[in-house]
């Protein structure tokens, strides 16, 4: 899979080469491991993968009154919604806008779909649909399959000890508490169902902050018995300046055939973008992330970004999901740290203009992996004063943020950590 909106990256989770999509493309994985017979019979720590921004399947029902356009559908029963790249392209990607975006209420603080449209996560604990984020297994939406495959190819069972905990990636956590709830579940039932053995987790981009936020709230007792292992994947512990970004333009998915400005209607309405928003645990407040010819937007100074951009509801969603942000308390279980680095990633917007609603910023780049900034991606180094359980940081030179999930030599490391 290339995206990151995957719609952050697509957002945080591009797809570099979606532009491909047409017609599908049906290659296999590059890493597609066959089974290996007389494999030695040992303990093996199920997995549970949990997802970045973008990187689970999202089904849709339509009953709606009004569409935007005469190529919409009004009525429609249950269908794949993301990723659906036959949704994703010319004269119909504002009727897949307009079923996937959100509405925020300035009343309730939450969000909720477009009248007439239902969504659902499907596949709950199936690693089916974090393994291909497209069912149709098109490669532009292969996501966690490689690992899957190698999993398997080590002796363990898609059916038995490797689970799927997809969620509704486009919620910040304050929305997504039963899903904590349910996590927790899964995690019981699994160490139950295979012979009390720990598990371990597999997280993806925003799926590292998501674990972070479920494990705070639970008790060390709790986590010793429970939990053998997160490995963190590109983790966006403290956010990145791609979020705001998207927020100014608008993330075009890497596609030169789609417009980051018609995107970017679903994208800002996503709680989970503001939620990935550079962290001021991490960035000073009187760092400039944003410039025009007569002034600068400091980290301290984003909720004027937010109202010059006319988009006041992006800040008040920022503001629920900012207790997330401001606890950073340590994990307190075995930790690995991987994420690769030295890949350009914007840094900075600046502007040829002070009126920042009519025009697209220049990117300003620094270092990361294209996606999250280093300085984010390395955040869970300050956590190593902070907990007994170990916590290590692995870093691969010029891997980006979605190649990191099939990098050989970060398969290598897992196999390694895993003694699989």
């Not at 180094?381 to 980006?400: L, P």
Request: hydrophobic content about 40%.
């Amino acid at each position: 899979m290339r995206y990151f909106i995957v719609l952050l990256s697509i957002l945080l989770c591009g797809f570099q080469q979606i532009q491909a999509y047409w017609p599908f493309n049906q290659k296999k994985s590059i890493y597609e491991y066959k089974s290996i017979e007389n494999v030695k019979a040992k303990p093996l720590s199920p997995v549970i993968f949990v997802p970045g921004y973008g990187g689970n399947q999202i089904d849709a029902k339509l009953h709606k009154t009004s569409t935007p356009s005469v190529y919409c559908s009004k009525d429609a029963d249950w269908f794949n919604l993301w990723l659906n790249l036959e949704q994703i392209v010319p004269l119909v990607v504002n009727c897949w806008v307009d079923n996937i975006k959100l509405y925020y209420d300035n009343v309730t603080k939450t969000t909720h779909n477009t009248p007439g449209v239902e969504t659902r996560v499907p596949g709950w604990g199936d690693p089916e649909v974090v393994h291909w984020i497209d069912p149709s297994h098109n490669m532009n939406g292969a996501y966690f399959i490689d690992i899957g495959n190698l999993l398997i190819s080590r002796g363990y069972d898609s059916k038995k000890n490797i689970r799927g905990a997809p969620y509704d990636f486009r919620k910040a956590p304050n929305e997504n508490r039963q899903y904590f709830i349910d996590l927790k579940e899964l995690v019981e039932a699994t160490y139950e169902s295979n012979d009390q053995i720990p598990i371990t987790f597999i997280a993806h981009s925003m799926g590292s902050p998501m674990i972070l936020v479920f494990l705070q709230q639970q008790t060390s007792e709790w986590k010793k018995k429970y939990i053998a292992r997160v490995i963190s994947l590109a983790g966006a512990w403290a956010g990145s300046v791609k979020a705001l970004k998207v927020y100014a333009m608008g993330d075009d998915l890497d596609s030169f055939l789609l417009s980051g400005k018609v995107l970017r209607e679903e994208q800002i309405s996503n709680p989970s973008t503001a939620w990935l928003l550079p962290s001021p645990l991490f960035w000073s407040g009187n760092e400039v992330l944003v410039k025009t010819p007569k002034r600068s937007y400091t980290m301290g100074q984003l909720e004027q970004f937010f109202n010059d951009l006319d988009f006041r509801n992006g800040w008040e969603m920022r503001k629920n999901a900012m207790r997330y942000v401001l606890n950073f308390n340590a994990p307190d279980v075995e930790l690995h740290c991987i994420y690769g680095d030295r890949v350009p990633t914007v840094e900075q917007l600046v502007y040829e203009k002070d009126d920042i609603t009519e025009q697209a910023p220049t990117l300003v780049m620094g270092l990361g992996d294209g996606t999250v900034n280093r300085r984010s991606l390395r955040a869970c180094k300050y956590w190593s004063g902070y907990q007994t359980a170990n916590i290590s940081n692995i870093v691969f030179s010029g891997v980006n943020h979605m190649d990191i999930l099939k990098n050989k030599k970060v398969l290598d490391y897992i196999t390694r950590i895993m003694q699989i």
